[in-house]
């Protein structure tokens, strides 16, 4: 699946999010969808999310 397809998915799905849930479900699914994407690419090996939540300590 294209970059662009995925772009045209997302889209869509946050339009349902807005017409069914208003403002709050547009919110919602914004950040449903970056958890997701973060989950995602940890488990692709694109995202570090341990040096994320590590922050400056480590």
């Known amino acids: 699946m294209?970059?662009?397809t995925l772009g045209l998915?997302?889209?869509?799905?946050l339009a349902i999010a807005v017409v069914a849930g208003g403002f709050?479900?547009?919110l919602l699914?914004?950040?449903?969808g970056a958890v997701g994407y973060l989950v995602g690419g940890h488990v692709d090996g694109q995202v570090d999310l341990r040096a994320l939540l590590r922050g400056r300590r480590g």
């Open 24 to 26: 709050t479900g547009l």
């Open 9 to 13: 998915i997302a889209g869509l799905l």
């Open 2 to 4: 294209t970059t662009s």
């Open 29 to 32: 699914g914004l950040v449903f």
